[in-house]
């Protein structure tokens, strides 16, 4: 079975497939129909990237919705993929088939997501919307689950592996699990009661190897056949020659360091050497991208660093930079304008960019828990994985860099020669697993204790664990529920969920922090900004920053002048979390200065973090803060309740309170807000009188921002109105010369 026309599916379908340039299969997919996954049999496919498992997951979706057999359900683990096989799937709306996604709110019911035939969710929204109970669910014929090895992981695994347990107890549908190669994907298949069909096939042959001295030693895996490559040394910097190797073949390259700090300082080393790679015409379309992501007067330096680097051909990518720097990276890495991205493993796990060599130069990680550690095979793999790129590359390549032939020797024995550690379960965690017990309650999905232990049955904790040792967790979540009153056991030895339990599981936020809540804004009739904002960064759910050596004297001095307003004790400068304490008065301090309007660039500068780090902080708390607000409503605490509001419009905006009224205007944000301001224009009621000239004249504004303030103030616009563009201080680059030389001047 070799060509599609041979495949038990709608000849609409493999015509419309054969019109985007796919006619053959590759030989895991062959293996994959074979299975019988095609008349709804379970499957786990273990193949490396670029592999083909995606057309197998959407044939088979295809296959049940024009069967009748319901919906479809994609689920991935990153709002990021979402995004992209969502606009991946839009190809087949020339079916008939409609294609929704969701990644947002939490406490969205999500009903409109009902009526398409492919819904795409992140795993996080899909067990919101179980907690929700949507009527919609019970209409899915088909589950797709990407990345399933990701269970393995301690975030993000234990919601991907209960909303698979939920589902299964609740429907019992057919499911097509798609995973990288690891070591016991027989495992996964067996308690998915599934087929295996387990691969290292790649349509772009892999090279693993090690670099030394001006050599790299491959492995071609697939055909067992060792190679020698040898790197001219035509420049100082050393990395630049294994880049430029490739470079000169007409290739991109991807390079993995361990921090964010190095994929700036290596960005930057390496950016001279590329300016000859680059033709007029894609320097042109680089400056354009420079332009939107560093040119803004106010922009963060780390974002006039990226723009600069990204006119001269590369760029740095990590989390700390916002949605829009990184989508703009992606997408000219896509096209081919960019050459070089220096990432860190993040990029890996992340959206599909494929690059003909991959250099891992940092096999090693840091933590300030764990020090310096190595970096499992696993994640090595997900990173060579994304060497060849389909369609460009008759090859790929995958990089290490060892400093002596002592570590050269170990890399290729650990890392080239290896196989993946085994994954495991991570629903042993504690928060985890009190979290989805009470969210199966809640849903009336279990109510007693044998349908709790029936759920559990379905999850892979269950299938390689001790009985006893489950149980035992079991039974510690449930005390725990108890003891927080967020269940109460009945007469008839069934449990049944508290109004405090039920908005606590809506509110998707951890049992603790609920408990937390309730307990503080219990114990404290009044509080400061700085109170609630700590208590938000003091709860398990809000994602903090870390504090430097160099940042503990000041973040001190700053506890000891709020130390009044403080609702948590602090622990002991001995204590084992003291320095998770001071990392959320940092933390604290940022989501007080972005309500203060404090700009972009002072805030990443003052406190030595990325724009996306800021806009991660400040979503996760404002989603808190009207979390906050639920639990003192439930909890019958009304005295808090506006100012949390308050607080929660603040972060939403980034603003103080005195110009809350106008930047709930659609295309007012903080600085044209405070440009109203300042201009004398305080409120809805002054914006209606002022003459739409005048308003059009003010810096941030002009005629189309004045024309829409006035249409949402139900004002009729005259056509008459005089243009008048709207008038800012930001910067430019006027040519390739000038943007390059002040990149070099730095």
């Given at each position: 079975?070799?060509?599609?026309?041979?495949?038990?599916?709608?000849?609409?379908?493999?015509?419309?497939?054969?019109?985007l340039?796919?006619?053959?299969?590759f030989?895991p997919?062959?293996?994959?129909?074979e299975?019988?996954?095609?008349?709804?049999?379970?499957?786990?496919?273990?193949?490396?990237?670029?592999?083909?498992?995606t057309?197998?997951?959407e044939?088979c979706?295809?296959?049940?919705i024009?069967?009748?057999?319901?919906?479809?359900?994609?689920?991935?683990?990153?709002?990021?993929?979402?995004?992209?096989?969502?606009?991946?799937?839009?190809?087949?709306?020339?079916l008939?088939?409609?294609?929704?996604?969701?990644?947002g709110?939490?406490?969205?019911?999500?009903?409109k997501?009902?009526e398409?035939?492919i819904?795409?969710?992140?795993t996080?929204?899909a067990?919101?919307?179980?907690?929700?109970k949507v009527?919609?669910?019970?209409?899915i014929?088909?589950?797709?689950?990407?990345?399933?090895?990701?269970?393995?992981?301690?975030?993000?695994?234990?919601?991907?592996?209960?909303?698979?347990?939920?589902l299964?107890?609740?429907l019992?549908t057919?499911?097509?699990a798609?995973?990288?190669?690891?070591?016991n994907?027989?495992?996964?298949?067996?308690?998915?009661?599934?087929?295996?069909?387990?691969s290292?096939w790649?349509?772009?042959?892999?090279?693993?190897?090690?670099?030394?001295?001006?050599?790299?030693?491959?492995?071609?895996?697939?055909t067992?056949?060792?190679s020698?490559?040898?790197?001219p040394?035509?420049?100082?910097?050393?990395?630049?020659?294994?880049?430029?190797?490739?470079?000169?073949?007409s290739?991109?390259?991807?390079?993995?360091v361990?921090?964010?700090?190095?994929?700036?300082?290596?960005?930057?080393?390496?950016?001279?050497?590329?300016?000859?790679?680059?033709?007029?015409?894609?320097?042109?379309?680089?400056?354009?991208?420079?332009?939107?992501?560093?040119?803004?007067?106010s922009?963060p330096?780390?974002?006039?660093?990226?723009?600069?680097?990204?006119?001269?051909?590369?760029?740095?990518?990590?989390a700390?930079?916002?949605?829009?720097?990184?989508?703009?990276?992606?997408?000219?890495?896509?096209d081919?304008?960019?050459?070089?991205?220096?990432?860190?493993?993040?990029?890996?796990?992340?959206?599909?960019l494929?690059?003909r060599r991959?250099?891992?130069?940092?096999?090693?990680?840091?933590?300030?828990?764990r020090?310096?550690?190595?970096?499992?095979?696993?994640e090595?793999?997900?990173?060579?994985?994304?060497?060849?790129?389909?369609?460009?590359?008759?090859?790929?390549?995958?990089?290490?860099?060892?400093?002596?032939?002592?570590e050269?020797?170990?890399?290729?024995?650990?890392y080239?020669?290896?196989?993946?550690?085994d994954?495991?379960s991570?629903?042993?965690?504690?928060?985890?697993l009190?979290?989805?017990?009470?969210?199966?309650?809640?849903t009336?999905l279990t109510?007693?204790?044998?349908e709790?232990?029936?759920?559990?049955?379905n999850?892979?904790?269950?299938?390689?664990?001790?009985?006893?040792k489950?149980?035992?967790?079991?039974?510690?979540?449930?005390?725990?529920?108890?003891?927080?009153?967020?269940?109460?056991?009945?007469?008839?030895?069934?449990?049944?969920?508290?109004?405090?339990?039920?908005?606590?599981?809506?509110?998707y936020?951890?049992?603790?922090?609920?408990?937390?809540?309730?307990?503080?804004?219990?114990?404290?009739?009044?509080h400061t900004?700085?109170g609630?904002l700590?208590?938000?960064?003091?709860?398990p759910?809000?994602p903090?920053?870390?504090?430097s050596?160099?940042?503990?004297?000041?973040?001190?001095?700053?506890?000891?002048?709020?130390i009044?307003?403080?609702?948590?004790?602090?622990?002991d400068e001995l204590?084992?979390?003291?320095?998770?304490?001071?990392?959320?008065?940092?933390?604290?301090r940022?989501?007080?200065?972005?309500?203060?309007?404090?700009?972009?660039k002072?805030?990443?500068?003052?406190?030595n973090?990325?724009?996306?780090?800021?806009?991660?902080f400040?979503?996760?708390?404002?989603?808190?803060?009207?979390?906050?607000?639920?639990?003192?409503?439930?909890?019958?605490?009304?005295?808090?309740?506006?100012?949390?509001?308050?607080?929660?419009?603040?972060?939403?905006?980034?603003?103080?309170?005195?110009?809350?009224?106008?930047?709930g205007?659609?295309?007012?944000?903080?600085?044209?807000?405070?440009?109203?301001?300042n201009?004398?224009l305080?409120?809805?009621t002054?914006?209606?009188?002022?003459?739409?000239?005048?308003?059009?004249?003010?810096p941030?504004i002009?005629?189309?921002?004045?024309?829409s303030i006035?249409k949402?103030?139900?004002?009729?616009?005259?056509?008459?109105?005089?243009?008048?563009?709207?008038?800012d201080?930001?910067?430019?680059?006027?040519?390739?010369?000038?943007?390059?030389?002040?990149?070099?001047s730095?």
């Open positions: 079975m070799t060509h599609l026309e041979e495949l038990a599916i709608n000849k609409k379908v493999i015509s419309h497939l054969q019109s340039g796919i006619t053959k299969l030989p997919q062959e293996q994959a129909f299975t019988g996954v095609l008349e709804g049999s379970n499957l786990v496919l273990a193949v490396p990237t670029s592999s083909g498992k057309l197998v997951a044939i979706m295809l296959k049940a024009l069967d009748g057999r319901g919906k479809a359900l994609y689920l991935v683990p990153l709002k990021s993929l979402a995004r992209e096989k969502y606009a991946d799937f839009k190809k087949y709306e020339a008939g088939i409609t294609v929704a996604m969701s990644v709110d939490y406490d969205s019911p999500g009903t997501l009902g398409a035939d819904i795409v969710l992140t996080e929204k067990d919101s919307l179980v907690r929700h009527d919609w669910i019970n209409d014929g088909i589950i797709v689950i990407d990345e399933v090895h990701l269970i393995n992981d301690p975030t993000r695994g234990p919601t991907l592996e209960m909303v698979i347990a939920k299964i107890q609740m019992g057919q499911i097509v798609l995973s990288a190669t690891i070591s994907a027989n495992d996964i298949a067996d308690w998915l009661d599934a087929a295996l069909v387990k290292t790649r349509p772009v042959p892999l090279s693993e190897g090690v670099y030394l001295d001006g050599t790299i030693d491959f492995e071609n895996l697939e067992n056949q060792r020698i490559k040898h790197i040394r035509n420049r100082k910097e050393e990395l630049a020659d294994v880049v430029c190797d490739t470079l000169d073949e290739g991109q390259v991807l390079v993995f361990s921090s964010r700090k190095s994929t700036i300082a290596t960005a930057k080393r390496l950016a001279p050497f590329l300016r000859k790679y680059l033709s007029d015409e894609i320097l042109k379309h680089l400056i354009q991208i420079a332009k939107k992501i560093g040119s803004r007067a922009a330096e780390i974002s006039k660093t990226l723009g600069k680097l990204v006119a001269s051909g590369i760029a740095f990518h990590h700390g930079l916002d949605n829009n720097e990184r989508a703009l990276v992606e997408d000219a890495f896509k081919n304008l960019l050459k070089v991205i220096v990432a860190t493993p993040t990029l890996a796990a992340g959206v599909n494929p690059a991959v250099i891992i130069r940092d096999y090693r990680r840091f933590e300030q828990s020090g310096s550690y190595p970096i499992p095979i696993l090595y793999k997900q990173m060579a994985g994304r060497a060849g790129r389909p369609k460009y590359d008759k090859y790929g390549e995958a990089v290490l860099i060892a400093k002596t032939e002592h050269k020797d170990n890399l290729v024995d650990h080239v020669l290896s196989d993946p550690e994954i495991f991570k629903l042993i965690s504690p928060s985890a009190r979290s989805h017990l009470l969210a199966a309650i809640t009336e109510n007693d204790r044998k709790i232990d029936g759920l559990i049955s999850t892979f904790f269950a299938c390689t664990d001790e009985q006893q489950i149980d035992h967790h079991v039974s510690s979540a449930i005390e725990f529920l108890k003891d927080g009153k967020l269940i109460k056991t009945t007469p008839s030895e069934s449990y049944t969920a508290t109004a405090l339990g039920t908005r606590t599981s809506r509110l936020i951890n049992p603790q922090t609920a408990i937390m809540f309730r307990d503080i804004l219990s114990q404290f009739e009044t900004i700085f609630i700590h208590m938000i960064c003091h709860t759910d809000q903090v920053t870390y504090v050596r160099s940042e503990i004297e000041d973040t001190e001095v700053f506890i000891e002048n709020h009044n307003e403080v609702m948590i004790e602090p622990p204590d084992t979390t003291y320095t998770d304490f001071l990392g959320e008065v940092k933390t604290t940022i989501l007080q200065e972005w309500i203060s309007e404090t700009t972009e002072d805030i990443t500068e003052r406190y973090v990325g724009m996306g780090d800021v806009h991660r400040v979503r996760s708390a404002e989603w808190l803060i009207y979390a906050a607000s639920e639990i003192a409503r439930i909890t019958n605490n009304p005295e808090h309740i506006s100012s949390l509001r308050g607080i929660r419009s603040r972060l939403k905006y980034g603003v103080r309170s005195d110009i809350l009224e106008l930047v205007l659609r295309g007012i944000g903080r600085i044209r807000g405070r440009m109203l301001h201009q004398g305080h409120n809805l002054e914006l209606y009188h002022v003459p739409i000239e005048e308003l059009a004249r003010i941030t002009g005629t189309t921002i004045a024309e006035k949402q103030l139900g004002v009729e616009i005259k056509s008459t109105t005089p243009h008048i563009e709207p008038t201080e930001t910067g430019d680059y006027d040519s390739i010369q000038t943007l390059l030389e002040d990149f070099e730095k």
